[in-house]
Structures are given as C-alpha cells and as structure tokens.
C-alpha cells in the first residue's frame, strides 16, 4: 500500500496560479491528478510515470504543468491562468507501472476555487 498526502489547494482568482503537492509514502509509482466537480465527470489532468514522461488533458495543455521529485516521493501540479471552469476537488493518484487502475491508491482531495 501507499500513502498519499495532498496539500496547496485553495482560492485564486481568475487568471492566478496554485501548485499542488502530493507526497507518497513509496517510490515508483506512476502518479496522476484527477479532478472532480458537481455535474461534471471525474477527469484526469495530468499524469507522470516513474522516468518522468508526462500527458495532460486538452483542457489545461499550455497552462498547467506536472512534476515529480523522486528524492522527495513527490508529485506537483504547477497551475497557472487558472479560470473558473478549474475549480474542482483535486485528487492525487498512484498506482504501479503494470497495475490495473483498479489498484490504484487515492488522496483524500484539496479543494481548488477560481473565483473574483
């Protein structure tokens, strides 16, 4: 199993930036940032696996970035020009490279609110 811990969400105004972190309690995880809001499917935003190769969604390519610290066993969601269509509750993910997403381990959330 693996421990997730997620911090930095929080209120921006439009055209702001946040960065997200989630610290896992293992290595070699391919780690991911989902989000979630009411009416509207979960979507995935970003996703980097272990050597570092990252894809994001349509939705936020050109303004948000992912990175990972391994030293650290941490993940980040750098987002910039946010806009209110963004605010969700954002979710930390990880599973193991061959694993099912099925057997993947969640954060617990931090609430994301772009709003003037």
């Known amino acids: 199993q693996v421990q997730l811990v997620e911090s930095g969400g929080g209120l921006v105004q439009p055209g702001g930036s946040l960065r997200l972190s989630c610290t896992a309690s293992?290595?070699?995880?391919?780690m991911k940032w989902y989000r979630h809001s009411p009416g509207k499917e979960r979507l995935m935003v970003a996703t980097?696996?272990?050597?570092?190769?990252?894809y994001y969604a349509d939705s936020v390519k050109g303004r948000f970035s992912i990175s990972r610290d391994n030293v650290k066993n941490t993940v980040y969601l750098q987002m910039n020009n946010l806009q209110p269509e963004d605010t969700a509750v954002y979710f930390c993910?990880?599973?193991?490279?061959?694993?099912?997403?099925?057997?993947?381990?969640w954060g617990q959330g931090t609430q994301v609110t772009v709003s003037s």
């Open positions: 293992r290595s070699g995880y391919v």
């Open positions: 993910y990880a599973k193991l490279p061959f694993a099912m997403e099925s057997d993947g381990y």
């Open positions: 980097i696996g272990p050597t570092g190769i990252s």
